[in-house]
């Protein structure tokens, strides 16, 4: 079934945070640092898997059959109020999402056409209304829903998520955003499995939306 | 080597609750019900792991070389103040332990003889205080720490503990009492290992103070 709306390699901290404290440009994890995703960049030296393991895997299975991404505004700019022309996301000239992505945000500006199949395009609407835009523009293929913590927070909220490959890191970051706030009883809309990755003490979490 | 402080198979939610709230004498984890311990006591019709499986291999590991627990007033008694007299545990007349079990407390009383070789001592000490009386009383063997979260928490605060397995069960509470609090970059002192359970969604995390 096409137009499914999934989340992939979404990391968080085994105290449940998708990002640390102190956001910036040059940080957007915070003081998080790079810590969440040591096990997406580590090589099998350091203690990452190999290219046919667990982890490999479930990075490749972002990529899969994806159509649109919707990511909110602080995933594209560290920062409030209206994004400076000049910043065109933190990924240089051709980003890797290579289809059309959605940007949440208050301050709209115009379509940003990238090189590569990337196309920016800025909107103040509802997780309904982004949906209904994103799966327009993802043709045959389904929606990623790409972070922060709260836009994931926000699509849960309003029971839009279909699918969510999440990452559990070894790592205690003690403040930051909370994934888990206001989702008591999630495993009452979703089955919930578990599997234990390559990288030590990561598992991924896999949940599916019940029929 | 003996006198190690050890956590087992304590469990807490995805997002870091160890009880839920509203804790009573018939709901000691209060909201949670059974919730986090379901993947504990499911038969194999249930989702539960065979007799050799990795659920059951961990529970034993519970009472592998104990000499002695440290538990929370909270663990042996819901609720504030002196404990009753005529309250003796959750466990009748013989509790599973058939060691001394040190109970923190502000309110002392005297020491409870129960059968099978438990004896309850009620103490008002520190964790470092406590885990000395521990030690002298368990011989060869190790300490358990039995929890509940604060207990734990308060232990881990002090340095005190060894081992940690803790079990990651495939629910959101919501609300109750977090374990990591206070915790931030707790992996710089434990090496941690993630292995998944048996029953669908449970994973177990062993944390080894580093050397």
Known sequence: MAGRLRVHSFTVSLDGFGTGEGLTDDEPFGHA???L???MFASPEEGGGPPDGVDARMKAAH???IGAEIMGRRKFHVGTGPIPDEWHGFWGSEPPFHTPVIVLTHHPRPDLVMEGGTTFHFLDVTPEEALERARALAGDGDVRLGGGTETVRSFLDADLVDELHLVVAPVVL????RLWDGQEALEERFAIEAVAGDYPGV???LLTRRG
């Open 63 to 65: 990529w899969d059959g």
């Open 37 to 39: 995703h040591t096990w």
């Open 174 to 177: 003690g403040r930051g955003q």
């Open 203 to 205: 598992t991924h979490l």
């Open 33 to 35: 640092g790079e810590r």
